[in-house]
């Protein structure tokens, strides 16, 4: 289920997910995930632009939108710590990632990263 939606800097979206479950009468394991699709365009190059044949060897290689995803759990919560722990595993996220992922240039490192990853 979508926890809340923000609009980052970059012009990209992060989405916080709450994927927790129940695992017992009385208790859950908590699920956060962060995932921001990010859509292949020239313009995430301008540190350093590619030429042509480089931007549609990418493109080939991982379609037109590739997915940065973090995901993080907590096992055996008890039922009324469950939203709170939640909410720490968010804000621990924002405080450590979130201005990373936000940059200007994190898109277009994360896609040639991935193009890198694939070609090995």
Aim: glycine letters at 4%; aromatic letters at 10%.
């Amino acid at each position: 289920m979508i926890h809340k939606k923000i609009e980052l800097e970059n012009n990209q979206t992060l989405v916080l997910l709450d994927l927790s479950r129940k695992i017992s009468e009385d208790a859950f394991v908590v699920i956060m995930k962060a995932t921001i699709d990010i859509k292949i365009e020239k313009g995430l190059f301008f540190d350093d632009p590619l030429p042509d044949l480089k931007f549609e060897d990418i493109l080939a290689e991982l379609g037109d939108t590739v997915r940065y995803e973090y995901k993080i759990e907590r096992n055996f919560i008890m039922d009324k710590e469950k939203d709170r722990v939640f909410e720490t595993l968010v804000t621990t996220f924002l405080d450590n990632l979130g201005h990373y992922v936000a940059k200007p240039a994190f898109p277009g490192k994360f896609v040639l990263k991935k193009y890198r990853d694939n070609r090995k």
